[in-house]
């Protein structure tokens, strides 16, 4: 099955050899690149003392290249979605790693369920509001750090050929709502997806498959819960 993966480079080298493992072509069109400040992320572990959280690996990335600054904080818990970002954070030598399996909403209840009253939030632009929300909903005092932006990438024509050169992709990866958006946004990758065309288009979450368009809603599906495991598990 040839698969059309929108992630950024660093996260689609690494789908596309899951997906060379399970037997499928994987093929990368990258929508958005990650621009890090790690002198934001320094700032705001240096201005707090209590518990960390991440949504996403890309925070994690962020604050890998800190070295020295960033030993003083490794005794401090760190909360993530998904159980990658987690061990992501443990390999930078995090002591206290905890991971919820599901959102935004899931992460501000676990860290609700352990007493957490205060927590700064390393974060990215743009970004899903489902987290904060669940921390103001449960009353848990928290900053943010924005360390991390995704910048979108306009791919030519040229790269667009050359993505559907040997056909189009059985199914496409869609791991976030601004990326799906991207997607369907550029003319040439739309109208590569005719509605009868029956190509599969494979959502992480509710959220993401709102930004496909109701004439293809059809040809969505989404993961029964928000991780690479799951969505991989739809081909």
């Avoid at 572990?45 to 070295?67: F, K, P």
């Avoid at 970004?127 to 943010?144: D, H, M, N, V, Y």
């Avoid at 009868?196 to 368009?213: F, K, T, Y």
Wanted: proline share 6%.
């Amino acid at each position: 099955m040839r698969v059309l993966v929108t992630r950024p480079a660093h996260s689609a080298t690494k789908t596309a050899q899951r997906l060379r493992d399970m037997g499928h072509e994987p093929l990368l069109l990258a929508l958005r690149r990650p621009v890090h400040d790690s002198a934001a992320a320094a700032a705001a572990l240096a201005r707090t003392s209590g518990a960390i959280a991440v949504t996403s690996a890309e925070a994690v990335r962020v604050i890998s290249v800190l070295g020295e600054t960033l030993r003083a904080h490794l005794a401090r818990p760190l909360f993530a979605v998904g159980e990658m970002t987690a061990e992501a954070a443990r390999s930078l030598g995090f002591q206290s790693v905890a991971s919820s399996s599901g959102n935004g909403g899931d992460l501000a209840d676990l860290v609700a369920a352990r007493g957490i009253d205060d927590l700064l939030y390393l974060a990215g632009l743009p970004r899903a509001e489902t987290f904060e929300a669940g921390l103001r909903q449960r009353g848990i005092r928290f900053s943010i750090g924005e360390c991390y932006r995704m910048q979108p990438i306009a791919p030519g024509p040229a790269e667009i050929e050359a993505v559907f050169a040997g056909g189009r992709p059985d199914a496409v990866l869609f791991y976030s709502r601004q990326t799906a958006d991207d997607f369907f946004g550029v003319a040439e990758l739309r109208s590569a997806l005719p509605e009868e065309s029956g190509i599969r288009l494979l959502c992480l979450s509710e959220a993401v498959a709102e930004a496909v368009p109701a004439a293809l809603k059809k040809n969505a599906a989404i993961a029964p819960m928000p991780d690479e495991k799951s969505l991989l598990s739809l081909l």
